[in-house]
């Protein structure tokens, strides 16, 4: 059965208005993030989205692309938080 995987790196409070599937691309590409860092999340919960915003400086460049190719993230978010962890 092929796995959902639900998140956003953006804050948890836009998470209420994310529709509860994503696209083929993230479910791809984020697969192998989701089982490193959050894994023991349900899929479709708050709480997954939560571990993946926490977690998203160590995502991988493949799945934060597909996040903002699906629109779950916003290019303008991606390049804030490099800033941020840049300093």
């Known amino acids: 059965m092929k796995r959902l995987i639900l998140f956003a790196i953006a804050t948890c409070a836009a998470s209420s208005a994310h529709a509860l599937s994503y696209s083929e691309a993230v479910q791809k590409h984020c697969r192998a993030d989701y089982k490193k860092y959050c894994g023991e999340y349900g899929l479709e919960t708050n709480a997954l989205r939560a571990c993946m915003d926490r977690n998203g400086k160590k995502l991988s460049k493949t799945c934060v692309n ?10 303008k978010e991606v390049d804030r938080r490099k800033k941020a962890v840049g300093r």
């Open 66 to 75: 597909a996040l903002v190719q699906s629109g779950e993230v916003s290019r």
